[in-house]
T-cell receptor, first 109, second 117 residues
């Protein structure tokens, strides 16, 4: 699997936007960029995924660089419930997701 | 959306006993399920991939005789930790793949906290 690099941790104020970066310089043309998050003592949950174009859903937005070597998950207004570990994962086939260390997001009131 | 139910959410067992964890897809058929293990402050580690009606494929370093996986139906996969020891204490998470080969997603159970005493 192509490798991703994420900051270990980030901090945000409540109700502020959060930009979570992910570098994936060895991404292949068929790799999808998946984002999952894991709240404390819970299983991971799907956030968003994309291939080339920017994507929006009710949870977040995914901005993908033109060369696809990096992407950014955008939470438009962070809430305390968004405090979690966010994982950026590349996958080009429907086999198991391989999780890296992710970014631990702390949201302060 | 697709829901995966995992039970129990937490279990305490004595060393040497066996524990079974169930993972059910509630509103879809899951031909493929995955089992992960997560130690404190660490990321998820894939243990095995199970396909309905066939033997599970284990990741390197995972003892297949210790972690028995059964995927006998399209909605149920079980993980049995046999002869559990304190070092098996961990957070176990199952996942099911949804969709087909080209348009797929993953849904995760809420995890099982196993403590072996």
């Amino acid at each position: 699997d192509a490798k991703t690099t994420q900051p270990n941790s980030m901090e945000s104020n409540e109700e502020e936007p959060v930009h979570l970066p992910c570098n994936h310089s060895t991404i292949s043309g068929t790799d999808y960029i998946h984002w999952y998050r894991q709240l404390p003592s819970q299983g991971p949950e799907y956030v968003i995924h994309g291939l080339t174009s920017n994507v929006n859903n009710r949870m977040a937005s995914l901005a993908i660089a033109e060369d696809r070597k990096s992407s950014t998950l955008i939470l438009h207004r962070a809430t305390l419930r968004d405090a979690a570990v966010y994982y950026c994962i590349l996958r080009d086939d429907p086999y198991a997701l391989n999780f890296g260390k992710g970014t631990s997001l702390l949201v302060t009131p | 959306g697709a829901v995966v139910s995992q039970h129990p959410s937490r279990v305490i067992c004595k060393s040497g006993t066996s524990v079974k964890i169930e993972c059910r897809s509630l509103d879809f058929q899951a031909t493929t399920m995955f089992w992960y293990r997560q130690f404190p402050k660490q990321s998820l580690m894939l243990m095995a991939t199970s396909n309905e009606g066939s033997k599970a494929t284990y990741e390197q370093g995972v003892e297949k005789d210790k972690f028995l996986i059964n995927h006998a139906s399209l909605t149920l996969s079980t993980l049995t930790v046999t002869s559990a020891h304190p070092e098996d204490s961990s957070f176990y998470i199952c996942s099911a793949r949804t969709g087909g080969f080209t348009n797929y997603g993953y849904t995760f159970g809420s995890g099982t906290r196993l403590t072996v005493v």
